[in-house]
Protein backbone atom coordinates (compact mmCIF):
# COMPACT_ATOMS: atom_id res chain seq x y z
CA UNK A 1 0.00 0.00 0.00
CA UNK A 2 1.25 3.35 -0.96
CA UNK A 3 2.00 5.48 2.18
CA UNK A 4 3.70 8.90 2.17
CA UNK A 5 2.29 12.28 2.34
CA UNK A 6 -1.02 12.99 0.20
CA UNK A 7 -2.19 16.31 -1.26
CA UNK A 8 -4.75 16.70 1.20
CA UNK A 9 -2.45 16.40 4.14
CA UNK A 10 -0.04 18.35 2.76
CA UNK A 11 -2.36 21.65 1.99
CA UNK A 12 -3.73 20.92 5.94
CA UNK A 13 -0.21 21.99 7.17
CA UNK A 14 0.94 24.56 4.18
CA UNK A 15 -2.66 26.49 3.35
CA UNK A 16 -5.82 27.87 5.05
CA UNK A 17 -8.80 25.66 5.09
CA UNK A 18 -10.62 27.74 1.90
CA UNK A 19 -7.81 27.64 -0.53
CA UNK A 20 -7.55 24.10 0.69
CA UNK A 21 -10.80 22.96 -0.81
CA UNK A 22 -9.99 25.35 -3.97
CA UNK A 23 -7.25 22.88 -4.49
CA UNK A 24 -8.81 19.84 -3.36
CA UNK A 25 -11.62 20.35 -5.78
CA UNK A 26 -9.63 21.17 -8.75
CA UNK A 27 -7.42 18.09 -7.91
CA UNK A 28 -10.60 15.96 -8.20
CA UNK A 29 -11.16 17.44 -11.33
CA UNK A 30 -8.22 17.12 -12.81
CA UNK A 31 -7.89 13.33 -11.89
CA UNK A 32 -12.04 12.79 -14.00
CA UNK A 33 -9.59 14.65 -16.96
CA UNK A 34 -6.78 12.59 -16.27
CA UNK A 35 -8.99 9.26 -16.81
CA UNK A 36 -10.54 10.56 -19.73
CA UNK A 37 -7.55 11.40 -21.15
CA UNK A 38 -5.73 7.76 -20.86
CA UNK A 39 -8.64 6.63 -22.30
CA UNK A 40 -9.41 9.20 -24.89
CA UNK A 41 -8.83 6.71 -28.01
CA UNK A 42 -11.48 4.24 -26.41
CA UNK A 43 -13.90 6.23 -25.61
CA UNK A 44 -14.81 8.48 -28.44
CA UNK A 45 -13.90 11.81 -26.86
CA UNK A 46 -10.87 12.21 -29.38
CA UNK A 47 -11.22 14.64 -32.57
CA UNK A 48 -13.02 18.11 -32.37
CA UNK A 49 -16.26 19.53 -31.27
CA UNK A 50 -16.63 21.35 -34.91
CA UNK A 51 -16.62 24.62 -33.11
CA UNK A 52 -14.25 27.53 -32.33
CA UNK A 53 -13.69 29.11 -28.85
CA UNK A 54 -13.41 32.61 -27.95
CA UNK A 55 -10.15 32.92 -29.12
CA UNK A 56 -10.98 31.65 -32.53
CA UNK A 57 -9.26 28.21 -31.66
CA UNK A 58 -10.53 24.81 -32.80
CA UNK A 59 -12.44 23.40 -29.78
CA UNK A 60 -11.53 19.53 -28.96
CA UNK A 61 -13.86 17.46 -27.58
CA UNK A 62 -11.77 17.04 -24.47
CA UNK A 63 -11.57 20.74 -24.21
CA UNK A 64 -15.26 21.55 -23.93
CA UNK A 65 -15.24 18.60 -21.45
CA UNK A 66 -12.36 19.30 -19.17
CA UNK A 67 -13.58 23.07 -19.10
CA UNK A 68 -17.27 21.77 -18.12
CA UNK A 69 -15.56 19.15 -15.40
CA UNK A 70 -13.51 21.41 -13.50
CA UNK A 71 -16.57 24.11 -13.36
CA UNK A 72 -18.72 21.70 -12.02
CA UNK A 73 -16.13 20.44 -9.43
CA UNK A 74 -15.16 24.16 -8.74
CA UNK A 75 -18.71 25.24 -7.76
CA UNK A 76 -18.65 22.47 -5.46
CA UNK A 77 -15.76 23.50 -3.33
CA UNK A 78 -18.15 26.38 -1.78
CA UNK A 79 -14.74 28.60 -1.44
CA UNK A 80 -14.45 29.29 -5.03
CA UNK A 81 -16.25 32.72 -5.63
CA UNK A 82 -15.40 32.44 -9.38
CA UNK A 83 -14.20 31.06 -12.68
CA UNK A 84 -12.10 32.19 -15.97
CA UNK A 85 -11.21 29.77 -18.84
CA UNK A 86 -9.61 29.69 -22.25
CA UNK A 87 -13.05 28.09 -23.24
CA UNK A 88 -15.37 30.94 -21.79
CA UNK A 89 -15.61 34.63 -23.15
CA UNK A 90 -17.23 35.45 -19.75
CA UNK A 91 -15.72 34.77 -16.50
CA UNK A 92 -18.38 33.08 -14.47
CA UNK A 93 -19.90 32.95 -10.80
CA UNK A 94 -19.58 30.27 -9.39
CA UNK A 95 -20.12 30.64 -5.36
CA UNK A 96 -21.39 33.99 -4.61
CA UNK A 97 -19.68 33.95 -0.93
CA UNK A 98 -16.64 32.42 -2.00
CA UNK A 99 -12.75 34.21 -1.41
CA UNK A 100 -10.63 32.58 -3.98
CA UNK A 101 -11.15 33.43 -8.07
CA UNK A 102 -9.57 30.80 -10.35
CA UNK A 103 -8.17 31.28 -14.02
CA UNK A 104 -7.66 28.10 -15.91
CA UNK A 105 -6.34 26.76 -19.37
CA UNK A 106 -8.31 23.37 -18.71
CA UNK A 107 -6.56 21.52 -20.88
CA UNK A 108 -3.44 22.61 -22.52
CA UNK A 109 -1.80 21.69 -25.79
CA UNK A 110 -4.91 20.13 -26.74
CA UNK A 111 -4.31 19.41 -30.56
CA UNK A 112 -2.06 16.86 -28.85
CA UNK A 113 -4.28 14.62 -27.37
CA UNK A 114 -5.31 12.68 -30.80
CA UNK A 115 -1.75 11.65 -31.00
CA UNK A 116 -1.18 10.73 -26.93
CA UNK A 117 1.37 13.00 -26.13
CA UNK A 118 1.34 15.13 -22.83
CA UNK A 119 -0.90 17.75 -22.04
CA UNK A 120 -2.20 19.65 -19.26
CA UNK A 121 -4.42 21.89 -17.38
CA UNK A 122 -2.96 25.01 -15.81
CA UNK A 123 -4.20 27.03 -12.82
CA UNK A 124 -3.94 30.40 -10.84
CA UNK A 125 -6.04 31.24 -7.95
CA UNK A 126 -6.43 34.59 -6.61
CA UNK A 127 -8.26 36.30 -3.56
CA UNK A 128 -10.87 37.95 -4.96
CA UNK A 129 -10.77 41.96 -4.53
CA UNK A 130 -15.06 42.10 -4.68
CA UNK A 131 -16.45 41.73 -1.13
CA UNK A 132 -19.11 39.04 -2.12
CA UNK A 133 -22.24 38.55 -5.09
CA UNK A 134 -21.03 38.37 -8.45
CA UNK A 135 -17.25 38.26 -9.33
CA UNK A 136 -16.15 41.08 -11.46
CA UNK A 137 -13.59 41.30 -14.34
CA UNK A 138 -11.07 43.05 -11.47
CA UNK A 139 -11.43 40.28 -9.53
CA UNK A 140 -9.16 38.29 -12.22
CA UNK A 141 -7.20 40.98 -13.70
CA UNK A 142 -4.40 40.95 -10.78
CA UNK A 143 -0.74 40.81 -11.37
CA UNK A 144 0.69 36.98 -10.90
CA UNK A 145 2.40 38.97 -8.16
CA UNK A 146 -1.16 38.66 -6.37
CA UNK A 147 -1.61 35.05 -6.86
CA UNK A 148 -2.11 32.89 -3.98
CA UNK A 149 -1.43 29.98 -5.49
CA UNK A 150 -0.72 28.60 -8.91
CA UNK A 151 0.46 25.18 -11.25
CA UNK A 152 -0.60 22.89 -13.45
CA UNK A 153 -1.29 19.48 -14.18
CA UNK A 154 0.55 17.00 -16.45
CA UNK A 155 -0.79 14.47 -18.00
CA UNK A 156 2.18 12.35 -19.37
CA UNK A 157 3.73 9.00 -18.82
CA UNK A 158 2.31 9.85 -15.13
CA UNK A 159 0.00 12.85 -13.59
CA UNK A 160 1.78 14.72 -11.85
CA UNK A 161 0.83 17.88 -10.42
CA UNK A 162 3.50 21.01 -9.56
CA UNK A 163 1.94 23.95 -7.50
CA UNK A 164 3.33 26.88 -5.69
CA UNK A 165 1.51 28.54 -3.05
CA UNK A 166 4.35 31.31 -2.92
CA UNK A 167 6.74 29.50 -0.68
CA UNK A 168 8.54 26.57 -2.78
CA UNK A 169 7.03 24.07 -5.42
CA UNK A 170 6.00 20.77 -4.93
CA UNK A 171 4.89 18.00 -7.35
CA UNK A 172 2.53 14.94 -6.21
CA UNK A 173 2.05 12.51 -8.38
CA UNK A 174 -1.28 10.49 -8.66
CA UNK A 175 -1.09 6.57 -7.69
CA UNK A 176 -3.82 4.80 -10.22
CA UNK A 177 -3.99 2.28 -7.62
CA UNK A 178 -6.41 4.61 -5.37
CA UNK A 179 -6.12 7.52 -7.28
CA UNK A 180 -4.73 9.70 -4.36
CA UNK A 181 -2.25 12.31 -5.22
CA UNK A 182 1.34 11.51 -3.25
CA UNK A 183 4.12 13.91 -2.63
CA UNK A 184 7.10 13.02 -5.38
CA UNK A 185 8.62 16.27 -5.82
CA UNK A 186 9.66 18.53 -2.63
CA UNK A 187 11.04 21.89 -2.87
CA UNK A 188 11.65 21.49 -6.40
CA UNK A 189 14.35 24.09 -7.68
CA UNK A 190 15.20 24.82 -11.61
CA UNK A 191 18.67 24.58 -12.86
CA UNK A 192 20.64 28.19 -13.15
CA UNK A 193 21.11 27.22 -16.49
CA UNK A 194 20.52 24.05 -18.93
CA UNK A 195 20.98 22.74 -22.37
CA UNK A 196 17.43 22.50 -23.57
CA UNK A 197 15.77 25.16 -25.59
CA UNK A 198 12.14 25.27 -26.34
CA UNK A 199 10.43 27.08 -29.04
CA UNK A 200 8.63 26.51 -32.53
CA UNK A 201 11.12 26.97 -34.97
CA UNK A 202 9.36 26.88 -37.84
CA UNK A 203 8.27 30.19 -37.26
CA UNK A 204 11.72 31.90 -38.03
CA UNK A 205 10.65 33.75 -40.95
CA UNK A 206 7.96 35.52 -38.52
CA UNK A 207 10.77 36.10 -35.32
CA UNK A 208 12.45 39.90 -35.06
CA UNK A 209 16.33 39.89 -35.54
CA UNK A 210 16.77 39.84 -31.48
CA UNK A 211 15.18 36.93 -31.33
CA UNK A 212 16.72 34.98 -34.01
CA UNK A 213 20.04 36.51 -33.02
CA UNK A 214 19.59 34.64 -29.50
CA UNK A 215 18.58 31.22 -31.45
CA UNK A 216 21.83 32.09 -33.39
CA UNK A 217 23.60 31.87 -30.29
CA UNK A 218 21.67 28.54 -29.17
CA UNK A 219 22.89 26.48 -31.50
CA UNK A 220 26.69 28.24 -31.93
CA UNK A 221 29.18 25.36 -30.65
CA UNK A 222 31.19 26.37 -27.50
CA UNK A 223 32.01 23.81 -25.12
CA UNK A 224 32.79 25.95 -22.30
CA UNK A 225 29.14 26.87 -22.00
CA UNK A 226 27.39 23.42 -23.59
CA UNK A 227 26.84 24.79 -26.76
CA UNK A 228 24.50 23.77 -29.26
CA UNK A 229 21.38 23.21 -27.01
CA UNK A 230 19.34 20.61 -27.90
CA UNK A 231 15.96 21.98 -29.13
CA UNK A 232 13.29 20.17 -27.67
CA UNK A 233 9.39 21.28 -28.38
CA UNK A 234 6.39 19.23 -28.07
CA UNK A 235 4.26 22.16 -28.95
CA UNK A 236 2.41 21.95 -25.26
CA UNK A 237 3.58 24.38 -22.84
CA UNK A 238 2.38 22.22 -19.76
CA UNK A 239 4.84 19.35 -21.83
CA UNK A 240 7.88 21.58 -22.41
CA UNK A 241 7.91 23.59 -19.22
CA UNK A 242 7.35 20.47 -17.02
CA UNK A 243 10.63 19.12 -18.68
CA UNK A 244 12.59 22.30 -18.91
CA UNK A 245 11.65 22.88 -14.87
CA UNK A 246 13.39 19.67 -13.86
CA UNK A 247 16.56 19.51 -16.16
CA UNK A 248 17.10 22.92 -16.81
CA UNK A 249 16.66 24.84 -20.09
CA UNK A 250 14.84 28.32 -21.91
CA UNK A 251 11.22 28.08 -23.17
CA UNK A 252 10.20 30.90 -25.78
CA UNK A 253 7.23 31.89 -27.32
CA UNK A 254 8.38 35.09 -29.05
CA UNK A 255 5.77 37.64 -30.49
CA UNK A 256 6.07 37.87 -34.42
CA UNK A 257 7.89 40.50 -35.79
CA UNK A 258 6.18 43.80 -35.75
CA UNK A 259 4.42 42.90 -32.76
CA UNK A 260 4.09 43.23 -29.15
CA UNK A 261 1.78 40.46 -27.84
CA UNK A 262 2.58 36.35 -28.66
CA UNK A 263 0.02 33.71 -28.86
CA UNK A 264 0.28 32.15 -25.01
CA UNK A 265 -2.22 33.35 -22.82
CA UNK A 266 -0.87 35.94 -19.91
CA UNK A 267 -3.84 34.88 -16.99
CA UNK A 268 -4.12 31.14 -17.52
CA UNK A 269 -0.70 30.46 -18.88
CA UNK A 270 1.62 33.17 -18.68
CA UNK A 271 1.46 34.08 -15.19
CA UNK A 272 1.06 30.38 -13.69
CA UNK A 273 4.11 28.89 -15.61
CA UNK A 274 6.16 32.16 -14.79
CA UNK A 275 4.88 32.04 -10.59
CA UNK A 276 5.79 27.90 -10.31
CA UNK A 277 9.26 29.01 -12.60
CA UNK A 278 9.88 31.75 -10.31
CA UNK A 279 9.29 30.23 -7.14
CA UNK A 280 11.67 27.55 -8.49
CA UNK A 281 14.68 30.08 -9.03
CA UNK A 282 13.89 30.59 -12.34
CA UNK A 283 12.96 33.75 -14.35
CA UNK A 284 10.04 34.46 -16.42
CA UNK A 285 9.60 38.06 -18.74
CA UNK A 286 7.76 39.10 -21.84
CA UNK A 287 11.23 40.85 -22.84
CA UNK A 288 11.04 44.02 -21.35
CA UNK A 289 8.86 43.28 -17.99
CA UNK A 290 8.97 40.62 -15.96
CA UNK A 291 5.54 38.55 -16.51
CA UNK A 292 4.46 38.42 -12.89
CA UNK A 293 4.59 42.25 -13.01
CA UNK A 294 2.38 42.79 -15.69
CA UNK A 295 -0.65 45.17 -15.00
CA UNK A 296 -3.41 42.33 -17.36
CA UNK A 297 -6.05 44.68 -18.89
CA UNK A 298 -8.20 41.76 -20.80
CA UNK A 299 -9.50 38.43 -19.53
CA UNK A 300 -8.25 36.84 -22.47
CA UNK A 301 -4.97 38.80 -23.15
CA UNK A 302 -1.75 37.56 -24.79
CA UNK A 303 1.81 38.13 -24.29
CA UNK A 304 5.22 36.59 -25.84
CA UNK A 305 7.56 34.80 -22.90
CA UNK A 306 11.04 34.34 -22.56
CA UNK A 307 10.90 31.73 -19.12
CA UNK A 308 13.14 29.12 -17.85
CA UNK A 309 16.47 28.88 -16.11
CA UNK A 310 17.64 32.08 -14.79
CA UNK A 311 21.09 32.32 -16.57
CA UNK A 312 19.42 31.70 -19.84
CA UNK A 313 16.66 34.10 -19.62
CA UNK A 314 19.01 36.89 -18.89
CA UNK A 315 21.16 36.14 -21.80
CA UNK A 316 18.53 36.18 -24.31
CA UNK A 317 17.38 39.55 -22.47
CA UNK A 318 20.92 40.65 -23.12
CA UNK A 319 20.49 40.03 -26.98
CA UNK A 320 16.83 41.24 -26.53
CA UNK A 321 17.95 44.61 -24.86
CA UNK A 322 20.87 45.19 -27.98
P1 LIG B 1 -3.84 25.78 -26.52
O1 LIG B 1 -4.08 26.38 -25.17
O2 LIG B 1 -4.91 26.15 -27.49
O3 LIG B 1 -3.55 24.32 -26.46
O4 LIG B 1 -2.55 26.54 -27.15
C1 LIG B 1 -1.41 26.70 -26.35
C2 LIG B 1 -0.30 25.85 -26.86
C3 LIG B 1 0.83 25.69 -25.87
O5 LIG B 1 0.64 24.58 -25.07
C4 LIG B 1 2.01 25.53 -26.77
O6 LIG B 1 3.19 25.95 -26.16
C5 LIG B 1 1.66 26.37 -27.94
O7 LIG B 1 0.26 26.47 -27.98
C6 LIG B 1 2.12 25.78 -29.23
O8 LIG B 1 1.83 26.65 -30.27
P2 LIG B 1 2.44 26.45 -31.72
O9 LIG B 1 1.74 25.29 -32.32
O10 LIG B 1 2.16 27.75 -32.40
O11 LIG B 1 3.92 26.21 -31.56
MG1 LIG C 1 -3.28 26.61 -23.65
Known amino acids: MQTGITLNGFLTS ?64 ETCAGYLSEENEDIVTLNQSGKYTIAVDPLDGSSN ?32 TAAKAAGYFVYGSSTILVMSTGNGVFGFTLNTDNYEFYLSHSDVTTPASGKIYSINQ ?29 LRYIGSMVGDLHRNLLKGGIFIYPANKGETKGKLRLLYECIPMAFVIENAGGTATNGKQRILELQPVELHERTAIFIGSANMVAKAQEFLNN
Open 202 to 230: GNAAKFDDKVAAFLNYCTTVDKETSRPYS
Open 113 to 144: IDVAAPIGTIFCINERLSSAGNVTDADFLQQG
Open 14 to 77: KTNIELSKVIISLAEGCKQIARLVSNAGLSGVTGTTGTTNVQGETVQKLDDLSNKILMDYLRAS
